[in-house]
């Protein structure tokens, strides 16, 4: 069942109903606190954790030198 929210909440933002700062205190929240470990099989783990990482990479106000990185 948690994987059907995740996906809502990505779907949500991709579609463009949901911005960017609230996907990312919302999904970051919801995965890492209230998914468990054991709740995701391993494809759902590898998908939904590299959407978590990268999410650790988003800067709002990136430097000069973060923007060359793309």
């Given at each position: 069942m948690n994987e059907y929210k995740l996906l809502s909440m990505i779907n949500t933002l991709v579609a463009g109903k949901y911005g960017v700062p609230?996907?990312?205190?919302?999904?970051?929240?919801?995965?890492?606190?209230?998914?468990p470990n054991s709740a995701l099989n391993d494809e759902e783990s590898e998908f939904f954790g590299s959407v978590q990482e990268k999410l650790d990479w988003v800067d709002e106000n990136p430097d000069s030198v973060s923007r060359s990185y793309g």
């Open positions: 609230e996907f990312e205190k919302d999904y970051y929240d919801f995965y890492l606190d209230e998914v």
